[in-house]
């Protein structure tokens, strides 16, 4: 199996018309800066032709891959699935409709490089470049909101542009809904994370899928566990240990009722 240095996962719903124009624009990125990737397609229970155009690109290319969903499942499983499958060293989370730019990825891939665990996307600077003014408006409230509630300096938790090392995703437990605090999620298990300024497109073929209902009130009650969870974290530091376990000899055989156990355990050490 050839070594694969980026894994990009992207959830799809609804996006035929998005995909090879997607799979064109990273490949014009990564195939003269000789980035060795694999691209996620996670279509999550599409109702138009987006799994034949997987299945297309999958024929084409055999750096992409596709999942398909049995019934739509939301994007935080469809980014979860993609992020199990993931191959690389360094995994990335991306959106379908071509307003994550994929010019963006070696400034990611170069910040990983300082050692930070999870870079996030910031559109604060352009935002206005790409979307609808209700669009920016329900964004800029959101983050506020969900900063003010959380404790949080992010300043695009919507962005799901993202990239973060392999060893991130074996610590994430996602939940429905909380993609969005991804970021959040990897602080509390002691990740560092940054955020570098990213480009905002707009939208070429199809319909968002967000609005001010789904980016702030349909989110608040997973805004509200995520203030739970940070308000309940472990806090502790092992300051000494005692452990003499190594000058123990090896296994030895311990009677216990009728049958026996190996224990680790000298008689003399209980």
């Known amino acids: 199996m050839r070594t694969v240095e980026l894994s990009i996962c992207v959830p799809v719903y609804n996006e035929q018309d998005n995909l090879k124009l997607l799979h064109r624009a990273i490949c014009d990125v990564v195939d003269p800066a000789g ?9 999550d ?25 049995l019934a739509n499942c939301g994007e935080t499983a469809a980014s979860d699935a993609g992020l199990r499958a ?10 379908a409709d071509l ?16 050692g ?3 870079v996030c996307g910031t559109r604060v600077a352009v935002r ?18 969900r900063n003010r509630l ?47 300024p990213v480009r905002n497109n707009p939208r070429l073929h199809g319909q968002s899928k967000y609005g001010v209902w789904n980016r702030l009130f349909k989110s608040f009650h997973d805004l509200l566990a995520i203030r739970w969870m940070k308000s309940r974290l472990l806090g502790y ?23 026996v156990a190996q224990s680790p355990h000298t008689a003399a050490s209980r």
């Open 35 to 43: 980035i060795a990737v694999e691209l996620i397609l996670v279509d």
């Open 86 to 95: 993931a191959r690389g060293r360094y995994v990335m989370t991306m959106d």
């Open 45 to 69: 229970g599409s109702t138009d032709g987006s799994w034949k155009e997987i299945e297309a690109l999958v024929a084409a290319d055999p750096r992409v891959r596709g999942l398909k969903f």
């Open 237 to 259: 530091h092992v300051q000494l240990e005692l452990d003499r376990s190594r000058d123990l000899p090896g296994p030895v055989q311990v009677q216990v009722g009728a049958s």
């Open 150 to 196: 959380s404790n949080e300096n992010i300043s695009d938790a919507g962005c799901t542009y993202r990239a973060f090392r392999r060893e991130c995703v074996d610590k994430l437990k996602l939940y429905r809904g909380l993609h969005r605090f991804i970021p959040t999620l990897l602080k509390m298990e002691g990740f560092r994370v940054t955020e570098i």
């Open 116 to 118: 930070w665990d999870c």
């Open 99 to 114: 307003q994550n730019d994929p010019a963006d990825i070696p400034a990611f891939l170069a910040k990983l490089a300082e």
């Open 128 to 145: 206005g470049e790409g979307d609808s003014l209700v669009r920016v408006a329900s964004s800029r409230i959101a983050n506020w909101v």
